[in-house]
Nanobody, 121 residues
Framework: QVQLVESGGGLVQPGGSLRLSCAAS????????MAWYRQAPGKQRELVGV???????NYADSVKGRFTISRDTAKNTVYLQMNSLKPEDTAVYYC???????????????WGQGTQVTVSS
């Protein structure tokens, strides 16, 4: 059993910043990757960025140079630093992690509850 708990969403003005956090807890053996997705009204859910084992990151073109994913492995936590926010960044942001549970032979996907980010003046 794994739970992903997100925090840090809210309302910000264009050009502002937010830092989202996602902490995984449970019977975790290892975390292969952690990612952030978002879903805006009327749009499909899209991958924002991912950090994989070893610390490599990848980002959607729309957020490159503005968003940064980092992790605290000791806390099983991933962060999304969001700078230079635009109204089009408004969405529900979801944390995702591929986690191998203790005693499991392979990893499984887990999702956070989602946190609303609204960028508006």
């Amino acid at each position: 059993q794994v739970q992903l708990v997100e925090s840090g969403g809210g309302l910000v003005q264009p050009g502002g910043s937010l830092r989202l956090s996602c902490a995984a807890s449970g019977s975790i053996f290892s975390i292969n990757a952690m990612a952030w997705y978002r879903q805006a009204p009327g749009k499909q859910r899209e991958l924002v960025g991912v950090i994989i084992s070893g610390g490599r990151t990848n980002y959607a073109d729309s957020v490159k140079g503005r968003f940064t994913i980092s992790r605290d492995t000791a806390k099983n936590t991933v962060y999304l630093q969001m700078n230079s926010l635009k109204p089009e960044d408004t969405a529900v942001y979801y944390c995702n992690a591929q986690i191998k549970l203790i005693g499991a032979t392979d990893g499984s996907d887990f999702w956070g509850q989602g946190t609303q980010v609204t960028v508006s003046s």
